[in-house]
């Protein structure tokens, strides 16, 4: 991502979101007041030594946004542009995403500002666990329970997790999900954002009469989300006639062999050489003609500069904040809709959670049960997201921000603001 897109405020933009849907809520001031602002923002160096001796520090954070409705819950994010906006931003964001799937969480968020790509696996360790050390006493399974984001790894959880442990004397799998299977992760996990993001999709997709078979979808992104879902399109019969990562994006008009695309990527680790469709630009992936277009690579790739060439006509966002609010009216306006990213990627915390579950009985699930679980969750909660929306004739984005602050708003008025 560029530096010039980074330097727009990525909060702003969630700010201006809430507040929508604050206006047509009624929401008083002094619930807004409380509603945007974070309960606690955390910055700490971590020093750490490089493999070859060099002694380096970082700087880490940790956003717990909101605590009304249960733990902090939100990923970890080791990425060079991680900012405190940024962090702010996306556990802003959290509190609203486990609301309007109706999870007992609150929102948080965390990173450290370094490049995973760069660094070693022993170099990784000593930093995750130099992070998680710092957040020893903020940090637990009914206080906040991190997760996996970019850069970071079901490995990079178990190092979380084992160290909180050996720090506090006990086994405590609960205190992170996105872990591996064999220390108490959940079936089901690694799948279930792109997963979530198919579910919303497909169920849009039939409301409006667009056949699955045949449906010709882009997917910008081909990361965990993005090559997920990809695949959960295709094996619905859908037509996936664009596909990008970092290297470029790949277009076929006669469909794309997805399986093959993702057994290239893991052998290659990215598409750099794909040879299964056109190579274009990023830019011109996002303006291609098809049924529905998902955005599963970073924020704010969907702009005023390329709204109105958007050819698309639904809207799965992937990813956390692809679309500004001046594109979002203009979609409005030309009769796109978008299915906003607090509910269609929303599949990812929703299996977290059932993680944490599991985690506390020590009773695990089969695949399908999770998984079975995650549609009825997230379509459940979609559907009460449409009824508001058809309802006040307005964007399914507006309705998903009113569904989730009503719902945080009934937990702090029965709970009270202590003071």
Same mark, same amino acid.
């Given at each position: 991502?560029?530096?010039?897109? !980074?330097?727009?405020?990525?909060?702003?933009?969630?700010?201006?979101?809430?507040?929508?849907?604050?206006?047509?809520?009624?929401?008083?001031?002094?619930?807004?007041?409380?509603?945007?602002?974070?309960?606690?923002?955390?910055?700490?160096?971590?020093?750490?030594? @490089?493999?070859?001796?060099?002694?380096?520090?970082?700087?880490?954070?940790?956003?717990?946004?909101?605590?009304?409705?249960?733990?902090?819950?939100?990923?970890?994010?080791?990425?060079?542009?991680?900012?405190?906006?940024?962090?702010?931003?996306?556990?802003?964001?959290?509190?609203?995403?486990?609301?309007?799937?109706?999870?007992?969480?609150?929102?948080?968020?965390?990173?450290?500002?370094?490049?995973?790509?760069?660094?070693?696996?022993?170099?990784?360790?000593?930093?995750?666990?130099?992070?998680?050390?710092?957040?020893?006493?903020?940090?637990?399974?009914?206080?906040?329970?991190?997760?996996?984001?970019?850069?970071?790894?079901?490995?990079?959880?178990?190092?979380?997790?084992?160290?909180?442990?050996?720090?506090? !004397?006990?086994?405590?799998?609960?205190?992170?999900?996105?872990?591996?299977?064999?220390?108490?992760?959940?079936?089901?996990?690694?799948?279930?954002?792109?997963?979530?993001?198919?579910?919303?999709?497909?169920?849009?997709?039939?409301?409006?009469?667009?056949?699955?078979?045949?449906?010709?979808?882009?997917?910008?992104?081909?990361?965990?989300?993005?090559?997920?879902?990809?695949?959960?399109?295709?094996?619905?019969?859908?037509?996936?006639?664009?596909?990008?990562?970092?290297?470029?994006?790949?277009?076929?008009?006669?469909?794309?062999?997805?399986?093959?695309?993702?057994?290239?990527?893991?052998?290659?680790?990215?598409?750099?050489?794909?040879?299964?469709?056109?190579?274009?630009?990023?830019?011109?992936?996002?303006?291609?003609?098809?049924?529905?277009?998902?955005?599963?690579?970073?924020?704010?790739?969907?702009?005023?500069?390329?709204?109105?060439?958007?050819?698309?006509?639904?809207?799965?966002?992937?990813?956390?904040?692809?679309?500004?609010?001046?594109?979002?009216?203009?979609?409005?306006?030309?009769?796109?809709?978008?299915?906003?990213?607090?509910?269609?990627?929303?599949?990812?915390?929703?299996?977290?959670?059932?993680?944490?579950?599991?985690?506390?009985?020590?009773?695990?699930?089969?695949?399908?049960?999770?998984?079975?679980?995650?549609?009825?969750?997230?379509?459940?909660?979609?559907?009460?997201?449409?009824?508001?929306?058809?309802? @006040?004739?307005?964007?399914? @984005?507006?309705?998903?921000?009113?569904?989730?602050?009503? !719902?945080?708003?009934?937990?702090?008025?029965?709970?009270?603001?202590?003071?």
């Amino acid at each position: 991502m560029s530096t010039a897109v !980074r330097d727009v405020s990525v909060f702003g933009d969630a700010i201006a979101y809430f507040n929508e849907a604050a206006a047509l809520l009624n929401l008083d001031e002094g619930m807004r007041a409380i509603l945007t602002h974070p309960s606690r923002q955390v910055i700490f160096s971590i020093p750490f030594q @490089r493999d070859s001796g060099q002694i380096e520090v970082y700087t880490g954070y940790r956003v717990q946004y909101n605590f009304a409705r249960g733990p902090a819950k939100g990923g970890i994010r080791f990425h060079p542009g991680v900012t405190l906006d940024e962090v702010t931003a996306l556990a802003f964001w959290m509190t609203w995403k486990c609301a309007v799937v109706d999870l007992p969480f609150g929102g948080g968020k965390g990173g450290v500002t370094c490049d995973p790509t760069t660094l070693s696996k022993s170099e990784l360790e000593r930093i995750t666990r130099r992070y998680a050390a710092e957040l020893v006493e903020i940090v637990g399974p009914d206080k906040d329970v991190p997760a996996p984001d970019v850069g970071t790894t079901p490995q990079t959880m178990a190092w979380f997790m084992d160290t909180y442990s050996m720090h506090v !004397r006990q086994n405590v799998p609960g205190v992170v999900t996105g872990k591996p299977l064999e220390i108490g992760g959940s079936r089901g996990r690694v799948e279930a954002t792109g997963r979530g993001v198919s579910l919303c999709a497909l169920d849009e997709m039939e409301r409006l009469g667009i056949a699955a078979k045949g449906a010709k979808i882009v997917v910008q992104g081909f990361g965990n989300v993005g090559s997920i879902a990809a695949k959960m399109f295709a094996d619905a019969g859908c037509t996936i006639v664009g596909i990008s990562d970092v290297t470029g994006a790949y277009v076929n008009e006669g469909g794309l062999d997805i399986d093959g695309a993702i057994a290239y990527a893991q052998e290659h680790h990215s598409l750099d050489g794909y040879r299964g469709g056109d190579k274009v630009s990023n830019n011109v992936l996002l303006e291609q003609d098809c049924d529905v277009l998902v955005p599963a690579a970073l924020e704010k790739v969907l702009t005023v500069e390329n709204a109105a060439r958007i050819k698309a006509k639904l809207i799965v966002e992937g990813a956390n904040g692809p679309t500004t609010p001046e594109a979002d009216r203009i979609f409005k306006q030309n009769g796109i809709i978008v299915i906003p990213d607090i509910v269609a990627n929303a599949g990812g915390v929703t299996v977290s959670y059932f993680e944490w579950v599991q985690d506390r009985q020590g009773l695990f699930w089969k695949e399908p049960e999770v998984n079975e679980r995650l549609k009825d969750q997230l379509i459940t909660n979609f559907h009460d997201v449409r009824r508001v929306a058809q309802a @006040r004739n307005i964007t399914y @984005r507006t309705a998903a921000y009113m569904v989730a602050i009503e !719902r945080v708003v009934a937990s702090l008025k029965v709970r009270g603001v202590y003071a």
